[in-house]
């Protein structure tokens, strides 16, 4: 009943930390089991105070203290398997979506998540077989969702390709120096050239197929406007192509980046459960180390997702990133698509507490709440008057980039009225 931690620091895995439940039966209450946390007595002489990259969360810096805890710490989320990930593992596993499949899951599916820690008892179970020639890229457009079960019938190790969460299937890929693609995990450090993260429809239905097509094109606008976006990424034959930005082949090694959603910093212990945007602005504020640019990059990103139809803004979608030399940003954009369009209605989760009716915030409420977090009006005025001049551009900048016509046109009275909005700031 006890899971090992470790991190990837200077080069290697190291054990850092370990959470042990308190009985047999708190398995049975899945993440809201109660524990004990503690870091590793050498790891934490050698780091003691860092919060930052060689810390397993910020909320958690690296000490001698023996915490008692009334449910998993929150940072074990981000490992835990959800969505299609979660549905793959219990297949694996052969056990039922309940709670009590939560602990197995951690153990089994936890050995490769984004990011710099993962779960020792998952990565002992990957395979050490001998080396694998790895898949082309026309093998994983036609394979599509499919590719993973390709993959393991050629008996190639697929273990930790599944490390990312959200409902859609993703794949994390590393790609050898002749470009072949590995799954994430399986291919030693210093072969490695590119790290990508693989996306495919959630679904059968055109809606799946049009929101994936549209998220490139919704990248293209993010970044022209100047939000922080990763490197390039490409959409073909059904199949998202993303660079990603928590890994960096280097030499002979790979770095990989700390990663903690604003959900685990939020001490948010359950998946789908809400949260006030100014409790995440509050995350950002205490833990970034620039924190008054990165709570306004924030807020200029929910401004397109409501501008552009992105409704599932949940606290998973929005992380800080953690580099090698202890900075703390807030990462690039991820899973910014045009949400609205699902089938299952996906509604906006995170909302401005008092400064929001029915999805759609009173921009010049949510300024005053910004200076709450001492950032100057002035600064708080000046971006908010730039956000309604590049909101204003939207309709021939989508066009510019891409998105589907139809997709605009619906659009249209949506970022109308985010601009109109704006304006009064």
Request: net charge negative; aromatic share 10%.
């Amino acid at each position: 009943m006890k899971c090992d931690i470790e991190i990837y620091s200077e080069g290697m895995w190291r054990k850092a930390a370990s959470f042990t439940l308190q009985s047999e039966a708190e398995i049975g209450r899945g993440v809201k089991g109660a524990g004990f946390f503690e870091y590793d007595v050498d790891y934490a002489a050698e780091y003691l105070n860092d919060r930052s990259i060689h810390a397993v969360s910020c909320l958690l810096p690296v000490d001698f203290e023996f915490r008692r805890m009334t449910v998993w710490p929150s940072f074990l989320l981000d490992i835990l398997p959800s969505g299609a990930n979660r549905d793959y593992f219990l297949k694996e596993l052969a056990l039922p979506n309940t709670p009590a499949a939560d602990w197995n899951l951690l153990l089994k599916g936890g050995g490769n998540p984004p990011g710099n820690i993962r779960i020792a008892q998952a990565a002992a179970n990957f395979p050490t077989a001998e080396f694998h020639h790895g898949f082309s890229y026309e093998e994983i457009i036609d394979r599509a969702e499919y590719f993973i079960e390709y993959a393991k019938e050629n008996n190639a190790p697929v273990a930790g390709s599944s490390g990312a969460q959200g409902d859609a299937p993703k794949f994390l890929l590393t790609q050898d120096h002749k470009g072949r693609f590995h799954a994430d995990g399986a291919l030693p450090d210093h072969l490695a050239c590119k790290h990508w993260l693989v996306k495919f429809p959630r679904g059968k239905k055109q809606s799946d197929r049009d929101i994936l097509r549209n998220e490139a094109a919704y990248y293209k606008v993010a970044q022209a406007l100047g939000a922080i976006v990763g490197e390039n990424l490409f959409f073909d034959s059904d199949a998202l192509f993303t660079l990603r930005f928590d890994r960096k082949a280097a030499g002979k090694g790979v770095i990989r980046m700390g990663l903690e959603s604003l959900a685990s910093l939020s001490s948010m212990t359950d998946f789908g459960a809400r949260a006030p945007m100014e409790a995440l602005c509050g995350a950002i504020a205490r833990f970034s180390s620039h924190p008054h640019e990165d709570i306004m990059e924030f807020v200029f990103r929910d401004i397109l997702n409501v501008a552009m139809g992105n409704t599932d803004n949940h606290a998973r979608n929005t992380a800080l990133i953690k580099h090698p030399d202890g900075n703390i940003r807030i990462a690039p954009l991820y899973d910014f698509a045009p949400m609205f369009l699902d089938d299952q209605g996906i509604a906006r989760t995170c909302r401005w507490t008092d400064a929001e009716t029915m999805g759609t915030p009173d921009w010049r409420k949510v300024a005053q709440i910004l200076e709450k977090f001492d950032i100057a009006p002035e600064k708080i005025r000046a971006s908010f008057a730039d956000y309604a001049d590049k909101v204003k551009t939207l309709p021939d900048l989508m066009d510019a980039s891409n998105v589907d016509l139809w997709l605009i046109e619906r659009l249209l009275n949506k970022i109308d009225g985010v601009y109109r909005s704006l304006e009064n700031v």
